[in-house]
């Protein structure tokens, strides 16, 4: 198994695995595609969906997240069908993981504390957001 480090940071780590191969379906105009694992595999997945995580630059991106069953992992997509992810926090690394109602009081983003750095990320409603933050 190979793990890269993405951004520099020992916390955020991109993983790539021989297991990986095998979720392969296709290809479709050059861009590998992924079996649709998250609805057929509930071994793996615990939670998907989209959210929207926030960019240091405060722009906010729409991205599919997901945890593993073990809760040891969050990883984020481009979109859903993205055979590879844009990164994957480990979560047993990450310090507090809480509803963020100082900067967003409609109760609909968390924030993670990853090495001293709150990232944000927004649900679609308050409901939503409690089903990420447990």
């Given at each position: 198994m190979t793990t890269l480090l993405a951004n520099n940071n020992p916390s955020l780590l991109i993983v790539d695995s021989p297991a990986l191969s095998e979720a392969f379906l296709s290809t479709e105009n050059g861009v590998p595609t992924l079996l649709d694992h998250f609805e057929d595999d509930d071994s793996r997945i615990m939670q998907a969906g989209y959210l929207y995580k926030t960019c240091r630059t405060g722009k906010s991106q729409?991205?599919?997240?997901?945890?593993?069953?073990?809760?040891?992992?969050?990883?984020?997509?481009?979109?859903?069908?993205?055979?590879?992810?844009?990164?994957?926090?480990?979560?047993?690394?990450?310090?507090?993981?809480?509803?963020?109602?100082?900067?967003?009081?409609?109760?609909?983003?968390?924030?993670?504390?990853?090495?001293?750095?709150?990232?944000?990320?927004?649900?679609?409603?308050?409901?939503l957001c409690s089903e990420w933050v447990v």
């Open positions: 729409r991205r599919f997240f997901s945890v593993t069953n073990e809760g040891t992992s969050l990883s984020y997509y481009k979109c859903r069908g993205s055979a590879v992810a844009l990164a994957t926090i480990h979560l047993a690394k990450t310090g507090a993981i809480t509803v963020a109602y100082e900067s967003d009081p409609s109760g609909c983003t968390f924030s993670i504390e990853v090495l001293g750095r709150a990232y944000f990320v927004k649900a679609d409603s308050p409901q």
